[in-house]
């Protein structure tokens, strides 16, 4: 696999974090920590909360900073309180919408099969999908890390034809590394990536495979990003807490140039 041949993605997922005016703060710090600084090796992103979505949005303006929602519905409308959809999406201008986050599937009950809905979803409203995968601690220690995944990747990409895959990034989020200040090693991250990325030869050709950016996340944060980033099969970070401060971000997306 050639990893030149793969744009590097830093995305930040702020999760239930940032009104409005704090969006507007924080995407203000990272223009102003990135200022001057060459970053068309990277796409960055930030994954807002819903209601700040416009305030990144306008903040990110004239910048490379694209703007990603944190959840989408399946359906187009309808009786889903609480829910939004990918037309209100598309309308409201983000690029991106992250799709089956670990918290996702904890705490609200998400499945693969409705990660795959969403996913068809928001590639049905011209949206790209940081798709994320990922098994919990008893899993890992059960040896079973790689059946796991594998299933995941298989059954959450169930129906999407592979010109659709050029839109969507895959994050491999080990359960037991999100918020508990525990990570992967380079060496884990990298073997877990190479085997999201064998599944994707198999369900679509290599080339496709080795065209498709897959990032780490599980408590990337700037001290340990560059290591994670050497690694030939990880191609980017999903952040979660160290993506709120714009200094340690900009670390991360410097650590991506290397």
């Known amino acids: 696999m050639d990893k030149a041949k793969r744009r590097a993605v830093i995305a930040g997922n702020w999760k239930m974090n940032n009104t409005a005016a704090d969006a507007t703060a924080l995407i203000n710090a990272i223009k102003a920590e990135l200022a001057g600084k060459d970053t068309s090796y990277c796409e960055i992103i930030a994954g807002v909360p819903f209601t700040s979505i ?24 309808g009786a889903f309180t609480g829910e939004i959809s990918g037309a209100m999406l598309k309308e409201a201008g983000v690029e991106y919408v992250i799709i089956g986050h670990s918290e996702r599937r904890q705490y609200f009950g998400e499945t693969d099969n409705t990660v ?5 979803a928001a590639l049905a409203n011209g949206l790209k999908v ?14 079973i890390t790689e059946e796991i995944v594998s299933m995941q990747t298989k059954v959450d990409l ?11 990034i895959i994050a491999y989020e080990p359960v037991w590394a999100i918020g508990t200040g525990k990570t992967a090693t380079a060496d884990q ?14 369900l679509y050709g290599a080339d496709v495979a080795e065209a498709t950016t897959i990032q780490y996340g599980g408590s ?22 160290a993506s709120l401060k714009a200094p340690d971000f900009v670390k991360i997306i410097d650590a991506a140039a290397q």
């Open 116 to 120: 795959n809905a969403r996913v068809k």
């Open 220 to 241: 990337m944060n700037a001290g340990n990003a560059a290591e994670l980033l050497s690694k030939k099969n990880v191609d980017g970070g999903l952040i979660g807490g």
């Open 158 to 168: 169930l129906g999407i034809p592979a010109e659709e895959m050029k839109n969507i």
């Open 130 to 143: 940081i798709l994320c995968v990922g098994e919990v601690l008893e899993q890992r220690e059960q040896g």
């Open 54 to 77: 416009a305030a990144a949005k306008a903040a990110a303006e004239g910048s490379n900073i694209k703007i990603s929602a944190q959840n989408i519905h399946w359906a187009e409308k």
């Open 189 to 202: 991250a990298e073997e877990v990536c190479a085997i999201i990325r064998g599944v994707l030869a198999k």
